[in-house]
């Protein structure tokens, strides 16, 4: 018998009507898809004051990792400015770093952010902890050229979507383990936790088509882990496997009542919550997963990114520059 779902909102219902859908991922399918994982950057730069700069750095194997950085054109600005280091999304699989940049690019808009996003390697062709050291890399390199990027190490956001938000809890607690460097937020949209796979949203959202399904998902997680066993899955691969959730930064998560990830996304931020931490959690009614991204002009869109951008600047505020 078919589980009972949320339904989802009216307005993207609609939308998401014209929209073609997958019920479950394959390698050929991957090889398909790959390309259209990621849209030209050059049409959201245009008309914005940014200057950009490419970089690399290297992963621990020495294996190069771009990094592109969006500054506000400089300005007669005396403060440092806050940082956004954005992991995108696309399953573990797809994707690049300019997936799901309009994000972080309103807060560079909104609050003189610099924006930094990293090309992290992808699976299968890259397993186990390689994704996430790529962006932990990616992180010290943002700590260690602070001053360089006009930039307060005090005021560093680590942020991402889908699987680029559970590559920013992974690096988050491996930040906190690791004593370096300091996190002053995490901010992660419909993340990407854990690969068991086995909660009430994951089997919900199982047997057809779908923005992100429970079948894709398993797909994504099988490439990720390789030949991994359950119990040698790494908590910074798998954030939801942690069992102490102390010492992180404040948090944000949000989810779509409708999508594969909520029970997962809920739990982590209970456990933030159990284990004496902050975490400002929204489960927005009717969404999708990555509703926001694919359809921004939704009015359920708008107001999870409004609410998003309303807490950062809370943060920023209580965290203002020295």
Known sequence: MTTARPTLDPELHELLADMPLMSQLSQEALAQVRPFSSMPVESLLEGRAIDRREVTVSAPDGTPIPLSVFSPTKTDRTSA???????????????????????????????????????????????????????????????????????DPARIIVAGASAGGGLAAGVTLLARDLGTPTIAAQVLIGPMLDHRNTSASSRQFSGGPGVW??????????????????????????????????????????TGSAEVFRDEDTDYATRIWAAGGQAELHVWAGGFHGFDALYP??????????????????????????
Request: proline share 5%; net charge negative; charged share 20%.
């Open 81 to 151: 400015a806050p940082c956004v280091y954005w992991m995108h999304g696309g399953g573990m699989v797809m994707g690049d770093r300019f997936s799901q940049i309009d994000i972080p690019l309103e807060w560079l808009d909104e609050f003189g952010a610099v924006v930094v996003s990293v090309d992290y390697r992808l699976a299968p062709e890259a397993t186990g902890t390689a994704l996430v050291d790529d962006c932990y890399q990616g992180l010290l390199w943002i700590a260690e050229h602070a001053a360089e990027l006009g930039i």
């Open 297 to 322: 002009q939704a009015h359920i869109s708008a107001t999870a990114r409004r609410t998003r951008t309303e807490w950062l600047a809370r943060v920023l505020h209580t965290n203002p520059a020295t």
């Open 213 to 254: 399904t429970r079948e894709m998902n398993e797909f994504g997680w099988r490439c990720l882990l390789g030949d991994l066993a359950d119990d040698e899955v790494p908590v910074y691969v798998s954030p939801a496997l942690a069992d102490d959730l102390s010492g992180l930064p404040t948090t944000y998560i949000d």
